[in-house]
Nanobody
Framework: QVQLVESGGGSVQAGGSLRLSCVAS????????MAWFRQGPGKEHEGVAS???????TYADSVKGRFTISRENAKRTLYLEMNSLKPEDTAMYYC????????????????????WGQGTQVTVSS
């Protein structure tokens, strides 16, 4: 079955960096679209970044220039490099997949994504 396992969360001070990873299994990873979402305390679920099977990326305005999404198909792994972290980035971060075999359109809409990981907590202190 499809599994997504996130790691790399933690507690950092504002201005710091973290790299999240998400290892996928149970489907054809190389053809899929992938995305990172987050939900902070008292906030709505938010699409952070997405990437299609060809490496084309989309970012939320709130993270542009600070976060970088990437994928390594040989390792079936999705990454989110987060720099210049702010307290408002504090959230549970989830990776998600649209496991379509030839997925070319990776949006930030949660309804596109069928499978989700359990999440990894990121806490940024001021």
């Amino acid at each position: 079955q499809v599994q997504l396992v996130e790691s790399g969360g933690g507690s950092v001070q504002a201005g710091g960096s973290l790299r999240l990873s998400c290892v996928a299994s149970g489907y054809i990873y190389s053809g899929s679209c992938m995305a990172w979402f987050r939900q902070g305390p008292g906030k709505e679920h938010e699409g952070v970044a997405s990437i299609n099977r060809l490496g084309s990326t989309t970012y939320a305005d709130s993270v542009k220039g600070r976060f970088t999404i990437s994928r390594e198909n040989a390792k079936r792994t999705l990454y989110l490099e987060m720099n210049s972290l702010k307290p408002e980035d504090t959230a549970m971060y989830y990776c998600a997949t649209d496991p379509s075999i030839l997925c070319t359109s990776a949006t930030l809409g949660r309804h596109q994504y069928t499978y989700w990981g359990q999440g990894t907590q990121v806490t940024v202190s001021s």
